[in-house]
């Protein structure tokens, strides 16, 4: 008898412990890797959220961030994710392409979140791409509207005949914009000609002949374009030629206008993603890409009065 009681006391005892602990946050501890493609102002926003929102569903206490930056480079990348992989993080968020594609090939057991990543098809090779990855994958889209983008040079240069589309070759998702944006624009009679970058070290020479050679350049979501954007604006400003930019934080460093989201908020709902992966409260395979539903139009003052251009109303200065 003295024996049973023995045991149930111990029994009782551990669970109390046990429910003393999980009532204290100490639930399970999540580890989650991010690898970021480059140090940007847009990226930096969306690992912000990412993270914020993390913290605010499970607790600052359950989650810890192994945070990886590949300074640009696409083979760093690869090192990183490989990383990642023998950590056997619980979780890895991509942000933007090169750092998905990476980290896509290295695993196909850990889940996979994506953020500003523009077309999910395109960046995977995914053919009839229906919405949903499938597998270990899924995240966010940071898409905005493209035919808005165009419409937005055609009413603020309605003279243009000629559009420059200044990109780098190397980001699939770029060439995908570029696509979308040349189609569009030659229907309403307008000429676009391609001015593709394969890197940092030629982005001056191509800007030139696109800025000598064309009444708009448009400059699509592009992260090596993101990180060059200051180099765009010194050559653009000087020959007076108006860029119109896929999201802000390029419009920033050299544009005009943008129709653009908030990346802290894409980040966010990607970490609202991992939360319930994590959690168990959704399967990875059955999530579909998801998108932001709020887009506004921006432009930068400082730029626009350079180059003597007025502002309609219904655009909000970068910065307010």
């Known amino acids: 008898m003295k024996k049973i009681l023995s045991v149930v006391l111990a029994a ?58 590949a300074a640009g480079d696409p083979n760093t990348c690869a090192t990183i994710a490989s990383n990642f992989v023998s950590k056997n993080v619980d979780l890895i968020m991509a942000n933007a392409t090169s750092a998905l594609q990476a980290v896509a090939n290295a695993t196909t057991d850990i889940p996979i979140l994506g953020t500003s990543i523009t077309e999910y098809g395109v960046a995977l090779g995914i053919k009839n791409f229906n919405g949903t990855v499938g597998g270990n994958v899924s995240g966010t889209s940071d898409l905005a509207p493209l035919t808005e983008q165009a419409d937005m040079i055609l009413s603020l240069f309605p003279d243009a005949k000629k559009v420059g589309l200044l990109y780098c070759s190397a980001e699939a998702n770029s060439e995908y914009q570029v696509k979308v944006i040349e189609e569009y624009l030659a229907t309403k009679g307008v000429t676009c000609t391609r001015y593709p970058f394969s890197d940092t070290n030629d982005v001056s020479a191509v800007t030139e002949r696109a800025a000598n050679e064309s009444d708009v350049i448009y400059v699509p979501t592009d992260n090596t374009a993101a990180t060059c954007a200051n180099t765009i604006g010194s050559v653009v400003i000087r020959t007076k030629t108006p860029v119109i930019a896929g999201e802000e934080g390029i419009c920033a460093g050299c544009g005009v206008a943008t129709l653009s989201i908030s990346y802290y908020d894409l980040g966010y709902k990607t970490g609202l993603m991992a939360a319930d992966i994590l959690t168990g409260a959704k399967n990875i395979s059955e999530m579909p890409v998801q998108y932001v539903d709020t887009f506004t139009k921006k432009y930068n003052a400082e730029i626009a009065n350079e180059l003597g251009i007025t502002i309609p109303e219904g655009y909000v200065a970068i910065g307010n």
Do not use: M, R, W
Request: aromatic share 8%; net charge negative.
């Open 12 to 69: 009782a005892l551990i669970l109390t412990l046990c429910l003393s602990f999980a009532s204290c946050g100490g639930g399970k501890k999540y580890t989650v890797g991010i690898l970021q493609l480059a140090p940007h102002v847009a990226l930096d926003a969306a690992t912000e959220g990412f993270k914020q929102a993390l913290i605010d569903k499970l607790g600052a206490d359950n989650v810890s961030f192994d945070y990886q930056n």
